[in-house]
């Protein structure tokens, strides 16, 4: 329960009803509570962190104006909605968030009819804002549609075409941008640096405001950019870009004044078509370590507040993600070739110290992963040998590309595919779950399935110097198992190893699974295989293996629908080979959050699931 004495007028709030029936005067105070509320529950809980604390007065007045939840309210990206969860009946729960049965990370439709939309992926918003407000439209109902959009989401994309579409039909519609400069990275791009100047001109013929911009420029930047750009006060009126889209343009505006926040969304809220509200905020606003270290403070463990620091984590294995880093890093030193590409996820995919090592082999493409298929595809025609380092929840967004642009084409590009299989607290939206399944089926396509960090650093080795079209290679999120290292060298396209020997039953493993195949194995005496490569399958040891065994078991950490398994058991029935077969995976459903050693044991792909599985099937 929360604590009256300390958090008076939070603890009143149990829905905006409540919060809307404050005096204008209290939300200041609010505010502060809130914001307090959130450092205490997510330091003790984990979960995101910085990108909450900056949305707190936008959070607030948005409901405090619009009559939530018949006004729709949507956020993008998802992660700064845990103050919106906390004001809309979710408060004594903000400490489940991300574990297994708790809160979602993100808003999600079956949690809360405050609600609108499920957001785990950036930049969707305002497409569905759009439709909802012509649903309204078209029933002639008087309710408002908001979207907040910040973190670095308005560089998809999909934001433009929804922008372009909706200034063309004119909806009754808002937009908030919520411009913190930042992503879970710093936000990179053109997009940006119009929104850098745009608030350097305002500030230009505004002197009232230049005496309050310390919390969100710096001043010398400012007044270099004028030594630089003398007339450009003249050239660009503020909001030049969205007003030529269609929209009614407000801003910028300091995204941390509720009171003024509440006036001008009071006032738009009144007005007829498109509008955009340009709000100022600083990524983990009221803790000094995460203003100055957003990216570090995006996603925390549990911490102790009071020591302004993040626990360091002791880990004597590395991270397949750093793996990919190290291996970038060895690669680029003799290779002028290379280039690296991300999707605004350097930090997470490995690439901080390659992207200060080498920043010209290096380009984060901002949150845009369709262009950051087709820009490898330009370098890979160039002469260039791209990576492309993505996450597998997020290569889903740039299938057509994979297939129209590059794959057609078999040019030699390689995606280091992160986060591959299940991954955790961030639920159903961002486990690896369909990256088998839907490069499997497109031509030319080799891809890889580590065991281990030193099979991944082979393979992402091969990839690299294949030179017959696309490769991928997919790799969990988390530790490697300690193996040791070897001198790089490139591996057979489609060969599998056999890692232990046993009757009757045999295990075919596709990736990390592989030492809970070989415990199981242990108990079962079975053959373990590591497949190494679900496209292509090693067919001629696949056959070997059929001739000595009764019954094959299939491993993976994918879906079973479409996914390596299902290869096999194609190419048996091609080759009119017909045995017992089991297929270990992923299931037909959504995997929901936990912590992923949790799932794994729900889903049955630890060692003791994997052997009741099998005792299972050899009843039927």
Known sequence: MIDTIKYPTLSIIETPNDLRLLPKKSLPKLCDELRQFLLNSVSKSSGHFASGLGAIEITVATHYIYNTPFDSLIWDVGHQAYPHKI???RRNKIDTIRKKNGLHAFPWRNESEYDVLSVGHSSTSISASLGIAITAQKENINRKTVCIIGDGAITAGIAFEAM?????IAPNMLIILNDNDMSISENVGALNNHLSNLLSI?????TQYKNRK??????QQTKNFFKKNNNIKNAIPPGIMFKELGFNYTGPVDGHDVIKLTKILKKIRNLNGPQFLHILTKKGRGY??????PISWHSVPKFDLSTYSLPKIKETTPTFSKIFGDWLCEVAKNDKKLIAITPAMCEGSGMAIFSKKYPKQYFDVAIA???AVTFAAGLAIGGYKPIIAIYSTFLQRAYDQV???IAIQKLPIMFAIDRAGIVGGDGETHQGSFDISFLRCIPTMIIMTPSDENECRLMLHTGYHYK???TAVRYPRGIGTGTKLQPLKQLSIGKGVIRRQGKKIAILCFGTLLKNALKAANKLNATVVDMRFAKPLDKILILKIINNHSILVTLEENAIIGGAGSGVNEFLLQEKKILPILNLGLPDSFIPQGDQEELTIDLGLDSNGIIKSINNYLKK
Not at 202 to 206: K, Q
Not at 214 to 219: S, V
Not at 288 to 293: F, H, N, R
């Open 87 to 89: 004001l809309t009946g």
């Open 164 to 168: 372009n579409h909706a200034g063309d």
């Open 202 to 206: 305002t500030i230009y013929n505004n």
């Open 214 to 219: 310390k919390t969100f420029i710096n001043i």
């Open 288 to 293: 000094e370590p995460a203003e100055k270290d």
């Open 369 to 371: 992963e369709q262009h």
């Open 403 to 405: 297939i129209h642009d």
């Open 468 to 470: 017959n079209g696309p």
